[in-house]
């Protein structure tokens, strides 16, 4: 323990979509923290009025935010924070919620020659496939693939709650992803799914997706992908672990689909398998996160 960092607090819970996957990933950090000695408690957002009384009251000399989706993962619980003083594991309030936004991000890799699907406005003329998907959500929630014009329209009906949709062109191609742990880039992992694409199902409940790592890549494409991947991750100015997806496409051409600022520490997650591979342990990788600035 350095940097005088005694008692941390874990936040996780929330009141995103994505909150059944915080409370694992929260759990799980929590029981990390516990082994490496540090006096630990954990809080949930979703207890509105209690939240910040609580949590003020134990005085943490650092946060660890587990939480994923709105509210946690998109600059707000950094905002309060920052508010309070009180230091906290990860990207600072702007680069969350830029980044917790595809368009915005998109925007950003794009001005600086970073390659990222082409996003298309649908009054013009479109090709399909096309991907359907909310700016602002997560976990593959709200993530359409769509071949037809009915298909789109389908998509878009179902997607009315959110104020912002992005249409992209679909990549066909590998899915990779690439975890930047307090600026070190991880080995590459590789996401192989038995059927359809990366949706919710095959990335938490289907025991049948397969993960690689280091992804079977040859080098000179294996460095062009961590290449992007911290550009991006200097671009966006981010701070402690982040992962970010890519397609390859089959012409060997990366794409950047995201980058998640608080990604899962579940089980199933693919940060710390990654890390592994770099020799890191869950709880060393807990450690780094939690002393990372
Ligand atoms: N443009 C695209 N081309 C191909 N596949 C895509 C594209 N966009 C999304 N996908 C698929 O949908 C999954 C989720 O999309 P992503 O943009 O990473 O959002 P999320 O925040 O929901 O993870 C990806 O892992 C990939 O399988
Ligand atoms: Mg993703």
């Known amino acids: 323990m350095s940097k005088n960092i005694k008692k941390v607090a874990v936040l996780y819970g929330g009141s995103s979509k994505e909150r059944e996957v915080s409370i694992k990933s929260g759990k799980a950090v929590e029981e990390a923290l516990k082994r490496l000695g540090y ?41 309060i924070l920052d508010y309070y003083d009180v230091p906290y594991t990860g990207c600072d309030a702007t680069t969350s919620a830029i980044c917790f936004n595809k368009r915005f991000t998109k925007n950003i890799l794009k001005a600086n020659n970073i390659p990222t699907p082409e996003d298309l406005n649908i009054k013009e003329e479109v090709e399909f496939p096309l991907v359907v998907k909310p700016a602002d959500e997560g ?31 679909f990549i066909p191609g590998r899915e990779l992803t690439v975890g ?76 950047i689909l995201e980058i998640n600022t608080i990604p899962g520490m579940t089980d199933h997650s693919l940060l710390p398998k990654a890390a592994k591979v770099a020799g890191y342990s869950f709880d060393e990788l807990v450690d780094k996160i939690l002393k990372g600035d």
């Not at 650092?62 to 998109?74: M, P, Q, S, T």
């Not at 359409?144 to 009915?150: P, T």
């Not at 992992?189 to 059927?195: F, G, L, P």
């Not at 100015?237 to 990366?254: H, M, T, W, Y």
């Open 39 to 79: 006096t630990v408690d954990a809080f949930d957002p979703i207890n509105k009025n209690s939240f910040l009384e609580d949590f003020r009251a134990f005085n943490p000399d650092k946060v660890f935010i587990a939480l994923h989706g709105k509210g946690g993962e998109d600059g707000q619980i950094q905002s």
């Open 139 to 169: 976990s593959s929630i709200g993530v359409h693939i769509v071949k037809d014009e009915k298909q789109l329209e389908e998509a878009l009906e179902n997607l009315r709650e959110y104020n912002d949709i992005l249409i992209e062109r």
């Open 180 to 255: 930047i742990l307090n600026g070190e880039v991880l080995p590459i992992v590789e996401i192989k799914v038995q059927d359809g694409f990366y949706d919710y199902k095959n990335k938490y409940i289907s025991e049948r997706t397969q993960y690689l790592c280091p992804a079977p890549l040859n080098f000179v494409i294996t460095e062009r992908i961590k290449k992007l991947a911290k550009k991006a991750y200097d671009t966006l100015k981010c701070k402690g672990a982040v992962r970010i997806d890519f397609i390859l496409s089959e012409d060997n051409q990366p794409y």
